[in-house]
């Protein structure tokens, strides 16, 4: 299989006939970039090398729904955020830690609190959800990634300016979606 080829080349040419090699070829192009990115994330090693392994099967599985609207690199980037964010919130409504006895009065208090943090984000869900594939991924970037509008100006081939507006006009559509909420 060539190398030479790029990643929409490969998977156009080599996906319908050979899909074991195509996948070979991009797990072996795309493994330690999804782990890195997934260690960033979760901060556990055993999380990230577990987590790698489920996006690349994700990613497989989903390879028909790739229609090159982005780059095959930017697509593999928000199925790996978007999962391994979906496996931590998962993990913090699901906590592995040993009950404690209370005197009732925390739990009401707590209980409502975690409806509160709740119900603000499923509104802040919605108001994502309403955005476009771009701006969603933008945001996340900046602000769930934490990555310096430099370097997310320098993935997308922008200028750092551009990115700048892009961010702010999507942070304000976000505020404006969640005032009507």
């Known amino acids: 299989m060539s190398t030479a080829l790029t990643d929409e080349a490969l998977i156009r040419q080599y996906m319908p006939e050979h899909p074991n090699q195509c996948f070979e070829t991009l797990y072996n192009r795309y493994a330690n970039k999804v782990y890195r990115q997934c260690l960033s994330i979760t901060k556990d090693t055993d999380n990230a090398h577990d987590f790698t392994h489920d996006i690349f099967i994700k990613m497989f599985s989903k390879l028909d729904t790739f229609h090159e609207r982005s780059t095959f690199s930017t697509w593999l980037y928000s199925i790996t955020f978007n999962y391994c964010a ?96």
């Open 86 to 181: 979906g496996q931590l919130r998962l993990a913090k409504r699901l906590p592995l830690s040993p009950l404690e006895e209370t005197d009732g009065q925390d739990t009401a208090v707590d209980s409502q609190e975690t409806q509160n943090q709740e119900h603000s984000l499923q509104v802040l869900q919605q108001a994502m959800s309403s955005l476009s594939t771009n701006e969603q991924t933008l945001l996340k970037l900046k602000y769930e990634q934490g990555m310096r509008i430099e370097e997310i100006a320098e993935l997308y081939d922008l200028k750092i300016s551009t990115v700048k507006m892009r961010i702010k006009r999507s942070r304000e559509k976000v505020y404006r979606l969640c005032a009507y909420q």
